[in-house]
């Protein structure tokens, strides 16, 4: 990897259909917003000759980042795909949203490629999310590599960069992470900074000049020797370390030379499989310059180091009824399976599916079957669909550049395919299939939404359908206890772009309004009630008269009824009228409006008229009757108490605790997690974290995340119950 000639095939102006698993190459760039992700993407793309040198596509839009939701926030939001040719070989470059908010095209980005390349700023650092993907990608056994950017920048140091990095994630092994190159320094400027001009190849011993704007290759000088060789050494032993060939590490330390070929080809291994993570370097190119500096070696790293298509195992796959079924890895004469990773609506030709293919064929104008399932909680429902798709293309920035078809182990973007939504999967129509599910974050911060008008309400049922089509991290509820719309986000940036979509991608505008919890009323102790209805107003009149008894009962008893009318005061037929009343009744609720829950009533008595008694006025008798044991009781209010689990680093227990307790929080227990963490459980009023998915970030410096669900419901304090009913009825 560090001597391999500069051989390529350009990607301008047209799209490459991959032949074999083999020669594709699928890598997903993450690391934490502004950390130069995207930069990179478009340095590789135009050091791969897929790109101007204006860093332009050649037709003339951006390589990534090019939304206008993007363009106005000034950074990535959305999972992009930007393929180049590099030796022959394809590579689909995954680039992915920093920011925590779009973590599901992240988790997408991650579906669709076979290894990572983290991306860490010299100038900032790593920070906790990245920390926590790292682990998230070590699970699974993903390949990783990391490359280090912003070496321009004042307060840059490769070398201690490196160290963090081994010592972030090298956790036991710190020696499985270490620099492939070290970075080779021009003058000092007047501010006593040395620029980055190339780099030093540990492997080769060579010098990689990049300062010409051409990579040139030289002889390292007699001063550079000693680091280089003390470098060297420690990678040698790091490779070897991890090599299978037990005998490799007796013959080096018995002061055998390893041969440069041996050396590589265990590199490359030994990254593929995931227990080695080189360190990079990269920067992109000066204006009018060709290559930017390492996006050569790196480029190799991904042809030679990272593995194909072929070496990944396939994810479970079943029979649309839950069967399971076996499917041989990345085989393009075998069954088609292929999942929708990302879905976005064009202005022109409507829905485009991002399709990774696991298995099989996929060819313009054939019919597959659509399968999704397991994400009904996010507003999909299950469904099963035969759909004719359209024309196959490899997206480029805004460009769509037409493909013959799509093997195992590409992607492709679909035209057409009205039903499918991200998570879904194709395969044939006579022989369907369902894939198993990537895992979704739970969307934990609440927008509450009204159409502004009632053109925006005729649309905004279909707006707000397409956009969880498009983002399973999306939440979709339509609240039958408070009536509100709510679409539940992962953050205020996410939110953000959910209504600037829905306002200019759907012509839909919406209100933000207030979100509202569902709560609850209840008796505080036991009343009694009477209710009368007597009217006559010609022909046949109203009688009915009931008296109740009403006491609590315990958390999540409901509503329970209880007859206990002797003589026939009541006659039989008018005993469930009464109840029928009083349900109708606490389903209003009492005082506030809010549904009346965990009580017993008791019909003790009553009067009936012969003539004028009817199943009606005896409904009505029995809400007057609870309506008036209200008036003489003290009713509290409920509001419902939710379970929270955070996870956070050590660092950070003593302010979450804080925090909790500060939002009439109660913990209930910690305990130990794996990688310096702490499990927090606790039980916290849902009107007190409603905004807790934003204000958590906040505490934790990004480096917690937490779980919630429904608990119970509690009385409300009574000085925030009268300030509740203050707001409302000022509103």
């Known amino acids: 990897m560090g001597d391999k000639a500069n051989t390529h095939t350009g990607a301008a102006g047209r799209a490459t259909a991959a032949d074999h698993p083999a020669s594709v190459r699928n890598v997903v760039l993450v690391g934490h917003s502004g950390s130069g992700k995207t930069t990179l993407v478009e340095a590789l793309a135009l050091t791969a000759g897929a790109v101007n040198r204006a860093g332009r596509v050649e037709d003339g839009g951006t390589v990534s980042d090019y939304d206008e939701i993007e363009h106005r926030q000034q950074r990535s939001v959305q999972l992009s795909l930007v393929p180049v040719d590099w030796d022959g070989l394809k590579i689909n470059l995954l680039d992915t949203p920093g920011y925590a908010d779009f973590v599901g095209e992240l988790r997408a980005g991650l579906r ?145 030379e390893i041969d440069l070929k041996t050396l590589v080809q265990d590199l490359e291994r030994a990254v593929a499989r995931g227990s080695f993570f080189p360190v990079l370097a990269a920067a992109p190119a000066a204006e009018g310059a060709r290559q930017g500096l390492g996006t050569v070696e790196l480029l190799e790293l991904i042809t030679g180091g990272f593995p194909t298509p072929l ?44 399709v990774r293919v696991f298995s099989g064929t996929l060819r313009p104008d054939a019919t597959v079957h659509v399968s999704g399932h397991g994400l009904t909680d996010r507003g999909h429902e299950d469904h099963d669909v035969d759909e004719r798709i359209g024309a196959l293309s490899a997206p480029f920035g805004k460009q769509q550049r037409a493909l013959t078809h799509c093997i195992a182990g590409d992607l492709a973007s679909v035209a057409k395919l009205s039903r499918a939504e991200t998570g879904d999967t194709l395969s044939a129509k006579d022989d369907p299939l369902l894939m ?30 397409r956009l969880v089509a498009e983002d399973p991290t999306m939440r979709l509820e339509q609240n039958q206890n408070t009536h509100q719309v709510v679409l539940w986000c992962l953050g205020e940036a996410h939110a953000d772009v959910a209504l600037e979509r829905l306002r200019n991608r759907y012509g839909v505008q919406v209100d933000v309004v207030p979100h509202k919890v569902s709560l609850r009323e209840t008796f505080a102790g036991p009343s009694t009630g009477r209710g009368r209805h007597v009217k006559q107003s010609g022909g046949h ?77 005896f409904q009505t008798a029995g809400a007057l009757a609870l309506r008036e044991a209200a008036r003489d009781a003290v009713i509290h209010l409920l509001e419902p108490v939710a379970e929270v689990t955070v ?65 119970r419901h509690e009385p409300m304090p009574q000085h925030i119950a009268e300030r509740l009913r203050e707001q409302e009825a000022s509103a």
């Open 311 to 354: 070496e990944r195992p396939a994810p479970a796959v079943t029979t649309p009824d839950g069967a399971p079924r076996e499917v041989k890895a990345c085989d393009p004469d075998g069954p088609l399976v292929a999942e929708v990773v990302k879905t976005a609506s064009d202005p022109y030709v409507g829905r485009v599916s991002l």
């Open 112 to 256: 669709a490629a076979d290894a990572a390349l983290f991306v860490v700023s010299a100038a900032d650092g790593v920070d906790g999310s990245t920390r926590m993907l790292w682990e998230e990608c070590a699970a699974v056994g993903m390949p990783r590599a990391i490359v280090v950017t912003h070496l321009e920048s004042a307060r840059s140091d490769f070398e201690e960069m490196t160290a963090i990095c081994a010592q972030t994630f090298g956790g036991d092994d710190p020696d499985a992470v270490l620099p492939l190159y070290l970075p080779l320094h021009g003058a000092a400027g007047p501010d006593g900074h040395a620029p980055v001009t190339g780099l030093i190849g540990l492997l080769t011993r060579q010098l990689f000049d990049y300062s010409s704007g051409e990579r040139k290759e030289a002889d390292p000088g007699p001063e550079q020797q000693s680091f280089i060789d003390t470098a060297r050494n420690r990678l040698i032993e790091g490779i070897i370390a991890e090599s299978e060939d037990e005998k490799l590490m007796d013959r080096y330390l018995g002061g055998e």
């Open 541 to 617: 009149g109203q009688f009915a008269i009931c008296e109740i008894e009403v006491e609590p009962l315990p958390n999540g008893s409901g509503i329970e009824f209880v007859d206990k009318v002797v003589g026939g005061a009541v006659p039989r037929q008018f005993i469930p009228s009464v109840e029928k009343g009083v349900r109708a009744q606490a389903a209003k609720g009492v005082v506030a409006g809010y549904p009346l829950i965990d009580v017993r009533v008791t019909l003790k008595d009553g009067k009936a008229h012969s003539v004028d008694s009817s199943d009606a006025a």
């Open 436 to 465: 198993e599910p990537w895992r979704m974050p739970d969307p934990l911060l609440p927008l509450a939404i009204e159409a502004h008008s009632k053109a925006d309400e005729d649309k905004l049922s279909q707006g707000l359908g």
């Open 647 to 711: 996870l956070v680093g050590d660092d950070y227990v003593g302010p979450v605790m804080s925090d909790l307790s500060g939002r009439r929080g109660r913990v209930v227990g910690t305990e130990q997690a794996a990688g310096g963490r702490t499990l927090v459980r606790a039980e916290v009023p849902e009107i007190e974290i409603g905004r807790y998915a934003v204000d958590l970030r906040s505490v934790s410096h990004g480096t917690a995340r937490f779980d919630r669900s429904y608990a």
